[in-house]
């Protein structure tokens, strides 16, 4: 087996800071599997061409190609069954699916808001067109139009937590005891914000705060110490 | 055992609109379990003060009394361990609440918006005062004034199923090929509108649309035969 992860990079090419790409980090960690992971542009589109569009996480497992996160996961659980399971069961499995889509509908949007411009200052410099031209088309706003309403982002992301606060305020992860892909389609969120920015996503007394703090300590502190701009110095 | 399950209704005694009494109900269906239903009205607070609240469903079962839909239902898959299973796991279980959350903070606020003036006319004469008082104070706004922008609730509405629509897409109900608990917390919200108002939620292509059917099929049609005012005459 040899696995190869194409994963967003920005102009710092150890600053990873997709969430999709998160969510696949995470789970390659989760299963014990070792990848090689190559950092990738806005602008290297024609590097992942061979797998037939052009986002990333692309994920190469000898011959097999695949992209999107949920996806590889779904392949990750299938193609190493005798490994960690990151579903526990069909329904477990159902409620990551439900997650993953819950997170990209709810989650996104707001973080976006806070953080598209920071990431525009973040990205290399052969990204910058495409990622302004692009930005600027699909959400019909200026870039310096981001992150100037952060308060009422952060106060609509905090309301679009509840039901992961109902779930986590009796229990450490969403699925119960361990942690799930359920938990690293959330978790990928906060590792955007984390890589882009110095935040106050959470207050210090939400279950999900104390939730977080478990996921970055998970795998022996893996995505407490990947390069963020948000991490504190003492972490 | 003996149950006796308090829910809302309308004028008409056998109009159950509530979408939590309707998560119980299905709940004791999915169980097996039989409990003598009795009308509540707003305005009789005081026959379920022994419940040390003033909120509906309230299940009596001999001596036990419960309120809260959700504590109802974890009350019956621990009371009734030989009886199928509400949530078929500990991970079906997180799934549920999960979902019981989720439904509460996405799918009441614009039916809300859509459904609240139709309630206050179904209501029981002696609910009207209580209702307008209660409504127009919790939410700023006259009773008159609900109703008014349906075609943006419908829609706001319909995208915020996207995580259901997402699991619903693969496979029958969100749990897998079984109905559970996550599944009557969401169907909860759509008899909720079922029972006061004729109107389409879904587009007849939407997989939830499917999914609903399935539900209204379930324990012989339950809630299909359910007095509704949005019942179709033909069904």
């Given at each position: ?6 994963e967003?990079?920005?102009?710092d ?12 980090r ?20 024609a ?14 497992d000898?011959?097999t ?36 889509s819950?997170?990209?509908s709810?989650?996104v949007?707001?973080?976006?808001m ?9 990205v290399?410099?052969n ?24 308060e009422?982002?952060?106060t ?17 992860f969403?699925c119960?005891e361990?942690?799930?892909?359920a ?6 969120m ?18 999900v ?11 022996d ?15």
């Amino acid at each position: 087996m040899s696995l190869t992860l194409y994963e967003l990079a920005g102009a710092d090419a150890e600053l990873r800071f997709s969430p999709h790409c998160w969510k696949t980090r995470m789970a390659l960690a989760h299963k014990g599997l070792a990848a090689e992971r190559l950092p990738w542009r806005f602008s290297e589109k024609a590097n992942i061409a061979f797998s037939g569009q052009g986002f990333v996480p692309v994920l190469v497992d000898d011959e097999t190609v695949l992209s999107d996160s949920w996806r590889i996961a779904t392949y990750l659980e299938d193609r190493y069954p005798d490994r960690p399971s990151l579903f526990g069961s069909a329904q477990g499995r159902s409620f990551a699916r439900f997650c993953n889509s819950w997170a990209d509908s709810t989650q996104v949007l707001p973080l976006r808001m806070i953080l598209t411009y920071d990431i525009f200052t973040l990205v290399h410099e052969n990204d910058r067109a495409y990622f302004r031209t692009s930005r600027e088309t699909r959400f019909n706003r200026k870039l310096e139009e981001f992150g100037t309403e952060t308060e009422k982002h952060v106060t609509d992301f905090r309301a679009g937590l509840a039901p992961a606060r109902a779930v986590l305020s009796e229990q450490p992860f969403l699925c119960g005891e361990a942690p799930t892909y359920a938990d690293y389609c959330l978790f990928g969120m906060f590792m955007w914000a984390r890589c882009i920015k110095k935040i106050e996503l959470l207050e210090t007394d939400d279950p999900v705060h104390a939730w977080r703090e478990r996921l970055l300590d998970l795998f022996d502190g893996l995505a407490r110490k990947a390069p963020a701009m948000g991490a504190d110095a003492a972490s």
